[in-house]
């Protein structure tokens, strides 16, 4: 959204919904699903086939699309008793997804696949799909919650809030989105779980990057991008340092891996301050220099005029900064009230009130401390 007003009334709190879940074969969407049947909404079950060969996809709950994902879902579709199918969405997710990931970091910035599967997948693919289909809203495991307004607010839960990840979508599409986990903390969903006879009750989370079978990021996009050697740079001195295979192998505020030949002159360690794929080059400095005071996004969700004090999250689960946004044109301006470091472009900054999200966009560029 760049200014709209909510264009749906919101479902929350509504009973008697003809709802589609989306089930990753976790455990948090087998319970937002059975919460739903109990919230008396008909519910059908829809697993997303995302990845071209989910046989080959890792195993053992660290990723969202597998092909035991699959099965656990539909195992937990028929304890609770629902219709179950599942919607191949593989060659939208590789090019809403994967390509723009790629992409990103070809452009040497630093994306977050989450939030773009959230964004195009689950609430536009998918959102849409359900709508076209007479489906009342969507339903899933996002431990966040959406007010009667369709107002986005952090769950209960801080240590698994997803709010972040969420936080650039319209307010069109929370207005069509449930999460019944918002007011539940983990333990509690998995106790739930359990005592509902859901086999995924103590299934581990899915992390990392899902398409990314390895967990090598830097070989994978190698394998995608090709090699693209250059020079490691001091910062202070421009002299050449070290030599890399590719600039896709890092990101800002990095600080393993860099392959510096020649020590800082204070034996101080040096983190990666900016990334050039024009120039091959990777420039690296102490950590202070990755300090930043503002930020420039695009405009993605953000519909005040004039400045507005807010907090700032730059991470899933950074810690918020007082600041102050601004909308300019179809820039969102964010002044920190305190320095963040490490901040790339290709994140994504959202602001909150409280436990209020007010918007947010995906990062374009920032300012340093230094520049400022």
Request: proline share 5%; hydrophobic share 40%.
């Amino acid at each position: 959204m760049t200014g709209e007003a909510t264009t749906g009334t919101a479902v929350t709190g509504k009973t008697g919904l003809r709802v589609l879940a989306a089930m990753s074969g976790g455990v948090d969407s087998a319970v937002a699903a059975a919460r739903a049947v109990d919230a008396g909404h008909d519910v059908t079950g829809v697993h997303l086939a995302l990845s071209r060969s989910p046989d080959s996809s890792r195993t053992g709950a660290r990723g969202c699309c597998t092909l035991e994902d699959a099965r656990d879902a539909r195992r937990a579709a028929d304890v609770l008793d629902i219709p179950f199918y599942v919607w191949d969405l593989a060659e939208r997710f590789e090019a809403d997804v994967i390509d723009d990931f790629v992409a990103a970091y070809a452009a040497g910035q630093t994306p977050n696949p989450c939030v773009r599967c959230n964004e195009r997948i689950k609430f536009a693919a998918v959102l849409d799909r359900a709508l076209a289909l007479g489906f009342d809203a969507v339903v899933t495991g996002h431990h966040a919650r959406v007010s009667a307004d369709g107002v986005l607010r952090r769950s209960v839960d801080p240590a698994k809030d997803q709010s972040y990840v969420l936080g650039t979508l319209p307010t069109s599409r929370l207005a069509r989105a449930i999460f019944p986990l918002g007011d539940s903390t983990k333990t509690q969903v998995r106790q739930e779980a359990a005592a509902r006879g859901l086999g995924v009750a103590d299934k581990p989370d899915s992390h990392d990057i899902c398409f990314v079978a390895d967990g090598d990021t830097a070989g994978w996009l190698r394998r995608r991008l090709g090699s693209a050697p250059g020079p490691v740079v001091d910062g202070a001195t421009g002299e050449a340092i070290g030599d890399h295979d590719g600039t896709f192998g890092f990101t800002v505020g990095q600080r393993r891996g860099l392959g510096l030949q020649v020590p800082a002159a204070d034996g101080r360690p040096r983190y990666v301050l900016e990334i050039s794929p024009v120039t091959a080059t990777v420039t690296v400095g102490p950590a202070e220099a990755l300090d930043i005071d503002a930020l420039v996004a695009e405009r993605t969700v953000w519909p005040y005029d004039g400045p507005r004090p807010c907090l700032a999250q730059v991470r899933a689960h950074a810690r918020p900064v007082p600041a102050c946004a601004e909308a300019v044109g179809d820039e969102l301006r964010v002044r920190l009230d305190e320095p963040v470091r490490g901040v790339a472009a290709g994140q994504s900054v959202v602001l909150y009130e409280g436990d209020r999200v007010l918007g947010g966009g995906h990062i374009t560029r920032t300012v340093s401390r230094a520049a400022a």
